[in-house]
């Protein structure tokens, strides 16, 4: 019954919220020719903007001419995550005129640390949806346009011939989309404010402006997808994406008010284990570049997820590179654990944050050394057991390490076993009292 | 001759997770290049999988070379000649957001 209850609750909630914000958008509409009345004391700006803005106004990056350009800028922000968040509220709150927001996912518990427009009520919802609700509460009199889209060769490429945008903020989370958003930026000739962040540290800089370089003119040739470390992987603090997000926001003021100092041609690393800032100076731009150089190879957007070898998104793909029999499903595993061997395979910090007991963990990366295969031995012999269970996040490394093993201890008496689907499935199938991260 | 080596963004993971080494080059014939160097952290510093640090006689794609703040491509690239008390950063460019 109370479970019922509160189903429908949250049904209700969400559809109230959806109502509500589609009258907003009608009322802004309205709101917006009926306000649209110059300040009879000043030039181009109303009454209520002068006020509002002011503080910024004041400052002489910005002055009235800034103001006025800011109100006339269209700005793309790709990626409503942990540096797109904070990067959106500050443009909508220094009175950028049109902001248009695309993402794809929803959002998800784990993202609420960073992801700073969204909060407990939005989980399960789309995140330009919530990042629409919080920008459009801040500030009504601007344009903030939520686009729920897949970025790709072809949304981009129609998204960028239907609006002419004065600048692109790179709040993305793969390389793929990081390569796409540069060559969609050099072919619409528009500059690209491109953060990024993971665990402690930080990038940021402006490519394909005043004559700085392009990604493709720092990294012609994408890195090896084995190198590429995920936020959902290897972990980051929110205030690092947040201190780049911020900045991102900073960098695109500077380029629509037309100040000085913009970093382009320039490249920013933020330590936040150390909370140190430096700035290098990078190359000009490539004459031989296959995008934005002096013979273009790159004429128009192509496959980027096949130029990378790697998928336009952070999420892990599933791996079989085993025989059926080697795989048990998560349910029979309670039954096992008494009388075998079970490996958890996870880093350490993850095995500590939460494990099925009776597990031992012996880490992926030190099953690939000889001490590892060394430590697995012990273990076998100090268990005394003739079956062994391999686990992990997800199921696919615990496939590489008893893959790894097998070879290793061919010839042995044991039998290998992989457990399906890992720790989600378990938690999936088994007890959802094990998390889900 | 004493310089700094520095990792970031990742790239330390292939250098025992520590962000800075200072090290001693010995004195040679010939000026020490950071194309010498590459070898040298080869054989001296690199634990494991040299293939995602080196390729091809330079760095793998995606790693970024600063000498003293400066992107490598504007000192001649793996042709610089180490002077002492260089600062040498090898960055691996992040991705996550
Ligand atoms: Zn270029």
Known sequence: MCEETIATLIKDIKSLKEQIREKEQLLAAHLKVQSNVPCKYSEALQTNEIARYSRQMLVDEVGLAGQISLKASKVLIVGAGGLGCPAAVYLAGAGVGQITIVDYDEVELSNLHRQILHSEDDVGASKVHSAYDKLHSLNRSIQIIPLKMHVNSASISQLMSDNSYD??????????????????????????????????????????YNNGPCYRCLFPVPPPPDTVKSCGDGGVLGPVPGVIGCLQALETIKILTKSDGVLAGRFLLFDGSTSRFRTATLRPRSPECAVCGHHPTVKELQDYEQFCGAGAHDKVVSIDILRSV?????????????????????????????????????????????????????????????????????????????????????????????????????SHNVDADFPIY | MDIKLEFGGGAELLFDNQKQYKITLENKKTPWLIGDLLFWMKDNLLKDRPELFLQNDSVRPGILVLVNDTDWELMDTVRYEIKPNDSILFISTLHGG
């Open chain 1, 167 to 208: 600048v692109v903020i790179d709040g993305s989370d793969n390389v793929a989309t990081r390569y796409l958003l540069n060559d969609a930026c050099v072919l619409n000739k528009m500059p690209l404010v491109s953060g990024s962040a993971l665990q402690t540290e930080a990038q940021l800089t402006v490519y394909n």
């Open chain 1, 326 to 426: 080697d795989h048990i499903n998560p349910q029979q595993l309670e039954k096992v654990l008494e009388d075998s061997l079970v490996v958890d395979v996870r880093d350490q910090a993850q095995y500590r944050m939460c494990h099925l007991p009776k597990t031992v963990n012996i880490p992926y990366g030190e099953i690939l050394k000889a001490e590892g295969a060394k430590k697995f031995s012990d273990c076998l012999e100090a268990a005394g057991k003739r079956e062994v269970y391999f686990l992990c996040r997800r199921g696919n490394d615990s496939q590489r390490a008893l893959d790894h093993l097998k070879q290793v201890f061919s010839g042995s008496n044991v039998n290998f076993f992989n457990v399906k689907g890992g720790l989600e499935a378990y």
